[in-house]
């Protein structure tokens, strides 16, 4: 439960006390929110390897299929909008929730692959199995 809280507040996944992004970003501006290179309590690097948050893709696409469906049962349980209205209703809703989306897969995807230790690391692990075998 604790973890989840944690994701929620966007801390740091190996200390849990550092903030992982320096601004929130603002969709109105397009101004993507900045995410800190290390964390700033225990200076841990949130990238592990170059390329690493390509995989928050991913996360963030389902989060959005997830809104957009949770959009279209909200309709047919409660509105029943016309196709055309529920498709402006969600792109803005999906729009509007870009920034969010940004910053919580990125989150999320950290929590996957970075956990309290380094040695626990499916990325760490992944790389000494690697190199023993050349």
């Known amino acids: 439960m604790s973890r989840l809280i944690n ?22 501006t397009l101004q993507m929110p ?6 700033p309590h225990c200076k841990d690097r949130f990238s592990v390897e170059p390329g690493f948050f390509i995989g928050a893709a991913y996360v963030s696409y389902a989060f959005t299929v997830l809104e957009m469906f949770t959009l279209l049962f909200l309709n047919m349980l409660l509105f029943n909008l ?8 969600i792109t803005i ?5 870009v920034m969010v989306n940004f910053k919580y897969s990125r989150i999320v995807w950290m929590y996957l692959f970075i956990s309290k230790t380094k040695k626990q690391n499916l990325l760490y692990t992944s790389l000494a199995v690697f190199r023993q075998s050349n």
């Open 93 to 97: 809703v999906v729009v509007s929730l």
């Open 7 to 28: 994701i929620l507040k966007q801390r740091c996944p190996r200390c849990e006390q550092g903030q992982a992004f320096e601004t929130k970003g603002n969709v109105f």
């Open 82 to 89: 016309s196709p055309n209205q529920i498709m402006l209703v």
């Open 34 to 39: 900045k995410m800190h290179e290390t964390c």
